[in-house]
Structure formats: structure tokens, C-alpha cells
């Protein structure tokens, strides 16, 4: 057993070299086509907005493959500073030249994304390209088709044009793993970007890429975009195509992921969104999709709504920077002619060791396994091994582990059947009664930080687990939400700092990620029910034009 573990460790190490070499001779092939295109003309490209590159090409005053070589360029410079980029998708430039070849037809009707790149998280399936999820054991098995959502984004014109970096196992929000190494945060190379779609954030707040596609089960979208200052946003699970998605977790019932848009701000996401509802052919596609299309009138509503907030969960206190964040959005709110009233969470250490037992689905047992079978550096290890332990062992540590809220977790990790069960039960109460808290309210939606603690240094996020708690609630009662930055870290706050109370490890990491972190982007976090998407994205949009960051900079 040791010598067939030893050579399986040799056959990782090889294929890591192998990728390693792969990836330079790809990194090689980008660096030739995007030489073709002169520099001054590529920085015309990439400096555009959005909306104006779009123009540009349907116009055709650019070309897409121009326009693929540009980004490229932008892409390889972004990844040069924070190695966002896994590997140039080499299909794309066949796409951008058939778009070409296409427009020459005076018939031709350019479809609304017409030739804009578009970035996608490894973990995405991409034809011929590997998701390998950070697990070197998945290194060259490419997909054979695309994942719903990048063939949606072909059909309507968009070139999807690298695969960007994630922590292996998805299960993290930092950003490292074996295969690629770590991503660092743009704004302070040595803290994280956020993850699990690290990547897809760093590479957006360099303006590598105009929109993401990420992933979000615990806050991935969520996080890597308010750590790089860029907006993100997260459907309800049933608004985003399921089938053949990979996951973290498979198998993983009520806790499921979802694809959403990262951008520099939140108009693209919802310009990418009113796209992918709009389509009917993905409800075809995925016949499990509720074919909602994007709802205008809940979008464009003027009516005034009742919203509720909160500066601290209850679980993790937030860095005072977030509290302010949450003070001065509902501030903007109210002047909106919106009401405000104060929300309390439900039973918040319930709420987060059950987000917890449910997003590793078995007690960890299948994450314990696959990360068993790979090499882990330490700056990716998910400490998690408590669910190696024989259960015998576990059931006597959940009653006696010292840490008041590391043991109120692995109390909820389930261990047979029996335990599953009531564990699913768990979730489906709590959903009732956050609904119900909320209904006696009357909310239409709440706001809240968007996380616990700053971008933390290279090798903190698996060891910090609680700051999450303010993602992770609205993956575990499945509702849509949203984030936008609207300040910045500043002196003021770090003196608030030092008044914060501190029971454990956790608190304490709060505390010390917290300082020196003046000028760093603060977002905040809006969240709606399920099938009110566009309400909250409205909200986000309110807030994002009076106070949003992007704004303040423009
Ligand atoms: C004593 C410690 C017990 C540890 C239990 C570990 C549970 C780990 C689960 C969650 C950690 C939360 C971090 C949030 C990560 C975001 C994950 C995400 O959204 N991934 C995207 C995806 O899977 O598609």
C-alpha cells in the first residue's frame, strides 16, 4: 500500500510538471497571436467599457478577432502580476474567425454578445479543456462538450477565452491549488483575491476580461468580487442551468451551486443576465430550468420596499469597515424612499455548522477522500481532518473539542443515514423559519456585509472559516444575492477595531487580517427570495449609482 501511494504520488508529481510545460507552451501560443495586433490598437480595445466594446464590434468598428487578441494581451499581462489565468482556451480564435467569416454575409444577424470575450472559472466545462477543479489527479481529461452556460454564451456571440484560477476542491475562498499554484489579490499582492472564483475576480479588476463566469455554493462569486472591488451576483439555484454542471460536491441535494457573472460593475451582470433568462433555447437545453425569462417589471418597479438589515449575524462580527459599509447603503436606501427596519438572523451558530454539514454533504468524507488522493500544498490544505477519524472517534470529539463553535460544527456533520436525514430536515426548517422571520416583517429583502473580515494573507481562508457566515447563509436557504462595493477600508476603522470582543482563534484572525488594510474595497450585500432575482438586482443597482465604487472612480 505505501509503494502503490508512493508511485501514485510520482504519477501526480509528472503530470504536474507536464502541465507546468503545457501551460508555457499555451501561455506561448497567446503571446504569438496577440503580438499580431499593435499595442495601441489592443489598449483602444481593452480601455473600453463594456457597452462601448459591444457597440464597437455589432458596429464593426472592431473585429472579434482583434478583439480576442487584445484581451489576450490584457490577460497575459493580469496573469504575469496574480496568475490569474489557468490556460488560453486556443478554441477561441476559431470562434472569433467564424463570427468574422459570418458578419460577411449582408444577411447576417450579429447575435447581442457578438465576438466579446468572455472569461470562465476552471471548474467550468469548456470543450477540450481539463476541469481539473486544483486536483492534479484530473489533469488531461479534457471535457467533451461544453457546460450549458459557455454553450449559451457561444450562441449568443461571446468568445469564451481563457479558464481562470480556483482553490482546489472549490471548497475555499482563498485561491491556490496544486495544478496551477495561487492567485494574489491585485489591490495587495499578498493577501487573497477571494475564492473559490478567485481567479475570475483578479482577472476582471485588472481588466483582463469585461465579464466572468464563476461559480457560488458558500460565496464564491460573492467573495472574490468584493475582495478585488468588482461587482458579483448569485441566482436562487433554480435560475441557472444544473444539468451536467460539475460540483464540488456531487450528489450534494440542497445545497446547490450556481453559475453567475462577475464585471466591473453591477449594469453587466444584469445586462448578462436579462441575456441568459431571455434565452429560450437554454430551458429547452435544461429541461429542469423554471423557464423564467428576465422579469422587467420587477427590475424597473418603482415601488418602494421594505427591507430589512443587519451589521452583524450574529455569528462572526464583521471588520468595522463592513458595519459601515452596511450603515451608509442603508442610509442611500432610505433617502430612495425605501423603509429600513432592523433584522436579527435566526439561531446563527445553527444556521452556519448546518451550511457547513450541508455543503460537505457526507461529514467530508468525499472531500477527505479526494484530497487524500492528490498533493496538497500548504496553502491549500482545507483543514478538515477531523472526517478522516473512525466515527467511533468523532462522536466522542464532537462532545469534547474545546473550541465552542469548531465543535458546534462537527456536532452537524453527519456520519449514517439516519444522520443525513435529519440533516436535510435541518436545512428545510430553517428555510421556514428564516421565511418566516422575514414574512413577519413584510421584507422584500435584506442587506448586510458581504463578508467578515478584508481579503485575508496567502494561507488564512481555510483557517478562517466564520467570516463566510454572511455568504453562506443565502446558499443555505437558496435566495439570490448580490454584491457591490461601496467603500473603502480606512484608519477610522481599524481604531473601532480595537473594541471588538475576541472568544476564539477565529475572532482573533479577524481582528489581526484587519489591519493595514486602508484603500481596500468594502462591499456590501443585498439578498431576495428565490424568483426575485431582478428585484435584487435593481437594489444592487440603486445603490451601486449613488455610493458604488466603480462610479466614484469612473
Ligand atoms: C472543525 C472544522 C470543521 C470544518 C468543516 C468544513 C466545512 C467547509 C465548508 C465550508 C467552508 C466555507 C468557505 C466558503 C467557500 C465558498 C465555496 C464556494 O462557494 N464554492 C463554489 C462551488 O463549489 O462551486
Known amino acids: 500500500k505505501i509503494i502503490e501511494h508512493y508511485n501514485h504520488r510520482q504519477r501526480l508529481k509528472v503530470l504536474i510538471k507536464q502541465r507546468q510545460a503545457d501551460r508555457k507552451v499555451n501561455f506561448e501560443w497567446a503571446k504569438n497571436n496577440f503580438q499580431k495586433l499593435d499595442e495601441t490598437r489592443a489598449t483602444e480595445i481593452t480601455t473600453k467599457e463594456f ?34 489565468v489557468c490556460l488560453f482556451i486556443q478554441d477561441a480564435q476559431e470562434i472569433a474567425e467564424g463570427l468574422e467569416k459570418a458578419s460577411q454575409d449582408p444577411t447576417y444577424q450579429k447575435p447581442s454578445l457578438f465576438g466579446m470575450p468572455v472569461s470562465i472559472k476552471e471548474s467550468i466545462h469548456v470543450k477540450h479543456m481539463d476541469s481539473t477543479l486544483g486536483y492534479s489527479q484530473n489533469i488531461n481529461k479534457p471535457s467533451e462538450s461544453n457546460s450549458l452556460s459557455v454553450d449559451q454564451l457561444i450562441r449568443l456571440g461571446a468568445v469564451p477565452f481563457v479558464h481562470t484560477n480556483l482553490p482546489i476542491a ?19 499582492v499578498s493577501r487573497v483575491p477571494g475564492g473559490s472564483s478567485g481567479g475570475e475576480s483578479a482577472l476582471v479588476a485588472l481588466g483582463g476580461s469585461v465579464l466572468g463566469i464563476g461559480t457560488d455554493v458558500g460565496g464564491s462569486i460573492r467573495t472574490p468580487a468584493s475582495f478585488c472591488g468588482i461587482a458579483g451576483f448569485k441566482s436562487s439555484s433554480d435560475r441557472s442551468p444544473q444539468l451536467g454542471k ?16 462577475l464585471a466591473r460593475n453591477i449594469d453587466v451582470c444584469i445586462e448578462y443576465l436579462r441575456l441568459k433568462w431571455n434565452d429560450g433555447v437554454l430551458f429547452k437545453k435544461d429541461v429542469y430550468m423554471p423557464p423564467v425569462k428576465f422579469q422587467e417589471d420587477q427590475f424597473k418597479s418603482k415601488k418602494p420596499l421594505k427591507i430589512g438589515f443587519y451589521l452583524n449575524d450574529g455569528y462572526q462580527r464583521a471588520s468595522p469597515a463592513y458595519e459601515r459599509a452596511v450603515r451608509e447603503t442603508v442610509t442611500v436606501l432610505k433617502d430612495l424612499g425605501h423603509e429600513l427596519v432592523p433584522f436579527e438572523v435566526p439561531r446563527p451558530d445553527h444556521m452556519y455548522s448546518v451550511f457547513c454539514a450541508g455543503a460537505t454533504a457526507d461529514g467530508g468524507l468525499f472531500l477527505m477522500n479526494s484530497l487524500a488522493k492528490d498533493i496538497i500544498p500548504p496553502e491549500s490544505n482545507i483543514g478538515f481532518p477531523v472526517a478522516r477519524l473512525p466515527h467511533f472517534i468523532q462522536r466522542l470529539l464532537r462532545r469534547y473539542w474545546p473550541n465552542r463553535r469548531e465543535r458546534q460544527i462537527i456536532q452537524e456533520l453527519p456520519h449514517d443515514t439516519e444522520e443525513m436525514r435529519k440533516m436535510h430536515e435541518k436545512i428545510e426548517d430553517y428555510r421556514h423559519e428564516f421565511v418566516m422571520a422575514m414574512r413577519e416583517k413584510s421584507l422584500d429583502a435584506i442587506v448586510c456585509p458581504s463578508f467578515g473580515c478584508p481579503p485575508p494573507h496567502h494561507g488564512v481562508p481555510n483557517r478562517l472559516l466564520s467570516a463566510s457566515s454572511y455568504t453562506a447563509l443565502y446558499n443555505l436557504i437558496d435566495f439570490a444575492a448580490g454584491t457591490v462595493p461601496v467603500t473603502v477600508h ?46 435584487c438586482l435593481r437594489l444592487l443597482k440603486e445603490v451601486e449609482d449613488r455610493i458604488g465604487l466603480y462610479k466614484k472612480n469612473q
Open 246 to 261: 460539475t460540483a464540488s460536491i456531487p450528489g450534494r441535494q440542497l445545497l446547490l451551486s450556481v453559475e453567475g457573472p
Open 51 to 84: 457597452n462601448e466594446l459591444k457597440y464597437a464590434l455589432q458596429l464593426g468598428e472592431i473585429k472579434p478577432v482583434e478583439t480576442l487578441r487584445a484581451f489576450q494581451r490584457k490577460a497575459f499581462e493580469a496573469t504575469e502580476k496574480v496568475n490569474c
Open 490 to 535: 480606512r484608519k477610522e476603522d481599524e481604531i473601532e477595531l480595537r473594541k471588538m470582543k475576541t472568544e476564539d482563534s477565529w475572532d482573533r484572525k479577524i481582528v489581526s487580517e484587519s489591519k493595514n488594510c486602508d484603500g481596500l474595497p468594502v462591499a456590501v450585500q443585498i439578498a431576495a427570495p428565490p424568483f426575485r432575482e431582478e428585484m
Open 170 to 188: 472549490l471548497l475555499s475562498y482563498g485561491c491556490s491549488n496544486p495544478v496551477y499554484g495561487s492567485t494574489s489579490n491585485p489591490l495587495d
